[in-house]
């Protein structure tokens, strides 16, 4: 069956850097994603990968190794608003997402 | 990038009646639109698949004839939770893939509908 791992729930302190970890079984793969979602509103696209290695975006970066079926979103410098749930989501085989349960992620001071 | 507006943002009604919501892609046209459900702590749940100028494709376990779903034109899909009751208090979101020559799949979201059936 298709199936997306992520941890539930993490924290980190302002300042840090944090990585949260994403393991995907699916038919097929057209694409690993990554989105933010703010408790009350919709997801916000963070990243895509399709390819094996790291792809930077300012603060966030993410990777992909496909040969092992695992994803992770790296965060530096995290801020306060970076307290969120993260998403991580496959694009199998028919191009449909499928989706994990979210990593809440907790900021401290 | 895209722009996905979702209407309305929240809605209260009574149990027994019918709710519209409508999802409009502003800016570029979407063949396929997505409708998910989320409970509160809650990943998103796909209800169903929405196909401009077809039936929508529902996941196993959504009903149909309660929550029906239109795609009339490449930019409006629209769901109407039909004869409501306080067990379909819930947000509903939904998202449009934008498709071209270098089509990520990137999915656009709206901003989500909060739904409360007294």
């Known amino acids: 069956g298709q199936n997306i791992d992520q941890p539930t729930e993490m924290t980190a302190t302002e300042g840090a850097i944090v990585q949260i970890n994403c393991t995907y079984q699916t038919s097929g793969f057209n694409g690993l994603f990554w989105y933010q979602q703010h408790a009350g509103e919709a997801p916000t696209f963070l990243s895509y990968n399709v390819l094996d290695g790291l792809e930077e975006k300012g603060r966030f970066s993410s990777f992909l190794s496909r040969s092992k079926g695992y994803s992770y979103l790296l965060l530096k410098e995290l801020q306060m608003k970076d307290s969120a749930s993260y998403l991580c989501?496959?694009?199998?085989?028919?191009?449909?997402?499928?989706w994990g349960a979210g990593t809440k992620l907790i900021i401290k001071p | 990038g895209a722009v996905v507006s979702q209407h309305p943002s929240r809605v209260i009604c009574k149990s027994g009646t019918s709710v519209k919501i409508e999802c409009r892609s502003l800016?570029?046209?979407?063949?396929?639109m997505f409708w998910y459900r989320q409970f509160p702590k809650q990943s998103l749940m796909l209800m169903a698949t929405s196909n401009e100028g077809s039936k929508a494709t529902y996941e196993q376990g959504v009903e149909k004839d309660k929550f029906l779903i239109n795609h009339a034109s490449l930019t409006l899909s629209t769901l109407t939770v039909t004869s409501a009751h306080p067990e379909d208090s819930s947000f509903y979101i939904c998202s449009a893939r934008e498709h071209s020559g270098g089509d990520t799949g990137e999915l656009f979201f709206g901003e989500g509908s909060r739904l409360t059936v007294l």
């Open positions: 800016d570029f046209q979407a063949t396929t």
């Open positions: 989501s496959s694009m199998d085989s028919n191009y449909q997402l499928i």
